[in-house]
């Protein structure tokens, strides 16, 4: 019964591969997010759907693009991935402006 | 932009003590978040804050936001090894589809 959930949970791969990342939440909420976590911890959003629409696109490159085929799914997809690219992608979702929850992470080894 | 510190960077405590972290805002908060993370984990919610001067506790563990709504603490008492972790501040701004912007969080270590 996870409420938010990731896959895959590790991923490493070559640079200049193309890769996703899947998130899917059971908790019916209405917002769900894509966050990435560099080597030093510091956490940064990314973008926000809300009922499957962009709200939020921070300043990520153009290689990065979230898809949200329903609710319950935002899935992000990496092309050309690069060195700088590794990290914790951490998925998470919430009703509203309420608190959000957070999934277990993917961490993304680009080699 | 929304800027969050956190202080101390980080803390090492003795079991069973008491201790204190605080989040500071450059700006008035719509709303501030205390989570959890544990190594290799996600983010675990514990608490959010929204009015000035709202305090919450939950077990042992109690954040208070202050009147202005730019400063919040969160207070451990007796400390636990389970509580151990990086706690990170979020905080949304004043406005609708505000993005949660992070502080860089605090490493708290717990000695049994």
């Known amino acids: 019964d996870t409420a938010v959930s990731q896959t895959p949970k590790y991923l490493v791969t070559q640079m200049g591969n193309d890769k996703s990342i899947k998130c899917e939440q059971n908790l019916g909420h209405d917002t769900m997010y894509w966050y990435k976590q560099d080597s030093k911890k510091f956490l940064k959003i990314m973008f926000s759907?809300?009922?499957?629409?962009?709200?939020i696109n921070e300043t990520v490159p153009n290689r990065f693009s979230p898809k949200s085929p329903d609710k319950a799914h935002l899935n992000l997809h990496i092309n050309s991935l690069e060195l700088g690219d590794s990290a914790v992608y951490f998925c998470?979702?919430?009703?509203?402006?309420?608190?959000?929850?957070f999934g277990p992470g993917t961490r993304l080894t680009v080699l | 932009s929304q800027e969050l510190e956190q202080s101390p960077q980080s803390l090492i405590v003795q079991e069973g003590k008491n201790l204190t972290i605080n989040c500071t805002s450059s700006?008035?908060?719509?709303?501030l978040y205390w989570y959890k993370q544990k190594y290799g984990e996600g983010l675990i919610f514990l608490m959010m804050l929204q009015k000035g001067g709202e305090e919450k506790s939950h077990e042992k563990i109690t954040a208070k936001l202050d009147e202005k709504k730019q400063q919040s603490s969160l207070h451990i008492t007796a400390s636990q090894p389970s509580h151990a972790g990086i706690y990170l501040c979020g905080a949304l701004p004043t406005g609708a589809n505000s993005k949660l912007t992070f502080g860089k969080g605090i490493t708290l270590s717990v000695r049994p």
């Open positions: 700006k008035t908060l719509y709303g």
């Open positions: 998470a979702s919430s009703q509203g402006a309420n608190e959000q929850f």
């Open positions: 759907y809300n009922n499957k629409e962009l709200i």
